[in-house]
C-alpha cells in the first residue's frame, strides 16, 4: 500500500501540514509479500495533481485518487497483453519500473512498454515484448519528437511516446540481466550503465543507427542510477559495501574518470 504523510507539490490546500503525522489516506492491495527474499514493491509511485500510480513486483498497476486514496482503475498483466502462456517471464527480483507521467498518458515498462490513458487505463499502445529489467522509462526528443527509452534486459529500446513505434534498438548484455540504472540524458544522448557488464557507454539514440559515443569501465552502476550535474556525472561503481565498490565522478562528455572515492 502507499500513504501520504507529506505535502505535496500542486495540490493546493488540499494537504496541509500534520505536525502530528496523521495519515490522511492508504491504499492497499492483495500481493505476494515476497519474491527473493525482498518484500514489497520495488517501484516508486508517480503522482500528479490528481492521481497516484503505483505498480506492484507482480506487475499490478492502480491509479488511485491523490485526494482521497480511492481506486480511479487497475490493471493486471494479462489485461495489457503480457502473459507467460506466450513466453512471458518475471525478472529474476521481480518487476521495479516506475510509472513515467507523459502528456495524458502513463506509460509501465512490463517487458512490453505499455501506454496507459491516465483517467481510464485505457491502453493508448503498446510495443512488441522486449523482455523487462529493473530500470524506468525517460522521455527524451529525437528528431523533434518526444520519445521513451527504456533500459531493457537485453539492452535500450527508443520508441516514439504518440505511438509507441520503435526507432532505435542498442544490445546491452550485462551478467544476471541486471539493467537497473535508469538511462541519464545529456544534450539528445542517453548515458547507460550496468554493473557486471560492459561497464558504461553515452550513445547518440537517432535512428536508424545508434552511435556510440564513447564506452568504457570507468563506471558500472549496480542498482543505484547515477546523478549528473553540469557535465559530471557522479554515482557508484559495482556492490558498495564494507567489502567493496566506490562513488565515482565522470566527464559525461569524454567518459573520463576524473575521481574515485572508497568507504
Not at 494479462?78 to 506466450?86: A, K, R, S, T
Not at 502528456?103 to 493508448?124: M, N, P, S
Not at 520503435?166 to 539493467?179: A, E, F, I
Request: proline residues 6%; contains cysteine; hydrophobic residues 35%.
Amino acid at each position: 500500500g502507499i500513504r501520504d504523510r507529506s505535502p505535496s507539490r500542486g495540490l493546493g490546500d488540499v494537504y496541509k501540514r500534520q505536525e502530528n503525522g496523521e495519515v490522511r489516506w492508504a491504499f492497499t492491495y492483495d500481493c505476494p509479500e515476497e519474491r527473493k527474499s525482498f518484500f514489497g514493491p520495488r517501484s516508486t509511485p508517480a503522482v500528479d495533481d490528481d492521481y497516484v500510480f503505483t505498480m506492484s513486483w507482480n506487475g499490478q498497476m492502480h491509479c488511485v485518487n491523490a485526494r482521497s486514496g480511492q481506486l480511479v482503475w487497475k490493471k493486471s498483466l494479462p489485461d495489457v497483453g503480457v502473459n507467460e502462456e506466450f513466453g512471458f517471464s518475471l525478472p529474476n527480483w521481480g518487476l521495479a519500473c516506475s510509472p513515467l507521467i507523459h502528456e495524458d498518458t502513463v506509460v509501465y515498462d512490463v517487458g512490453r512498454i505499455v501506454a496507459l490513458d491516465r483517467k481510464t487505463g485505457d491502453i493508448k499502445w503498446s510495443t512488441d515484448d522486449f523482455n523487462a529489467a529493473y530500470s524506468s522509462p525517460v522521455v527524451l526528443d529525437v528528431n523533434g519528437k518526444p520519445s521513451i527509452a527504456c533500459f531493457m534486459r537485453r539492452g535500450l529500446v527508443v520508441v516514439e511516446a504518440e505511438t509507441g513505434a520503435l526507432l532505435s534498438k542498442y544490445p546491452w548484455n550485462s551478467n544476471g540481466d541486471v539493467n537497473a540504472a535508469m538511462p541519464l540524458l545529456h544534450e539528445g544522448r542517453i548515458f547507460l550503465s550496468s554493473f557486471s557488464g560492459p561497464g558504461c557507454a553515452l550513445i547518440s539514440p537517432t535512428p536508424p543507427e545508434v552511435t556510440v559515443i564513447w564506452q568504457n569501465t570507468n563506471l558500472a552502476n549496480n542498482v543505484s542510477s547515477g546523478v549528473l550535474h553540469d557535465s559530471y556525472l557522479y554515482g557508484f561503481d559495482g556492490q558498495v559495501s564494507d567489502s567493496g565498490g566506490e562513488l565515482r565522478c565522470l566527464d559525461i562528455r569524454t567518459g573520463e574518470l576524473k575521481w574515485r572515492h572508497e568507504g
